[in-house]
């Protein structure tokens, strides 16, 4: 079984501060790892993925995400947040054979203090 | 390339009815997968087809189905709605060689009253 946890459902940051988002994932195979982003009212986007290749993975938007497989950790990071960050985050977990089907978090809210 | 498409954007039916969404594959990919995320929540996997098959179902009742057409488009159907069915629905299409790779389209969101 796999599971993903978010931890702060919401996060304030100032724009041009550093953004910082958790996600820890539980998995008894190796994992695949991503985050999407989703705007009010839209679907999700790809903004990064893990695949077992590099472990700090860059991703569209000036996201990036180090995965950690000591901690179990894939935390996502911008270094300085714009007012367009403004959005819901998701983590995600998926295995690399078998049902590809994804397992989400419950979301992170990310707001931006101008 | 076009991406993933669904349709209807919005739908409002009633407790007890039945409703079908629609979703369109980006083009050249074969695995589709459906989604439901309730209000604030993550989403959560409904079932997966991958050539035309079931591939795969998450924890949900058998009123909830889907099917799969020859040009990897999808349907999902809801039969006897109920009002914890309100939810966006998000269809996401992946391709045969990445298959973990999942696009998703803008949704539908569904309200039963």
């Known amino acids: 079984a796999q599971s993903v946890t978010q931890l702060g459902s919401h996060v304030s940051v100032s724009e041009g501060a550093l953004v910082l988002l958790r996600c820890n994932y539980s998995?008894?195979?190796?994992?695949?790892l991503f985050w999407y982003v989703q705007y009010p009212n839209q679907g999700l986007q790809l903004l990064l993925k893990y695949t077992s290749a590099a472990t700090l993975v860059k991703g569209i938007n000036g996201f990036e995400a180090e995965f950690k497989k000591s901690e179990t950790s894939f935390h996502l990071t911008k270094p300085s947040a714009h007012m367009s960050d403004a959005a819901e985050y998701f983590c995600a977990v998926s295995s690399n054979f078998g049902n590809e089907k994804l397992t989400f978090g419950t979301g992170t809210r990310l707001t931006i203090i101008p | 390339e076009t991406g993933v498409t669904q349709s209807p954007t919005h739908l409002i039916k009633t407790r007890g009815q039945q409703v079908t969404l629609r979703c369109s594959s980006q083009?050249?990919?074969?695995?589709v997968s459906w989604y439901q995320q309730a209000l604030g929540q993550g989403p959560q996997f409904i079932f997966q087809?991958?050539?035309?098959?079931?591939?795969g179902r998450g924890n949900f009742p058998p009123r909830f189905s889907g099917l799969q057409f020859p040009n990897y488009s999808s349907e999902l159907n809801v039969n006897a709605l109920e009002l914890d069915d309100s939810a966006l629905y998000l269809c996401?299409?992946?391709?045969?060689?990445?298959?973990?790779?999942?696009?998703f389209g803008a949704g539908t969101r569904l309200s039963v009253l």
């Open positions: 087809y991958y050539r035309e098959e079931e591939n």
């Open positions: 998995s008894s195979v190796p994992p695949y």
């Open positions: 996401a299409s992946s391709d045969p060689i990445a298959k973990n790779i999942q696009y």
């Open positions: 083009s050249g990919h074969n695995t």
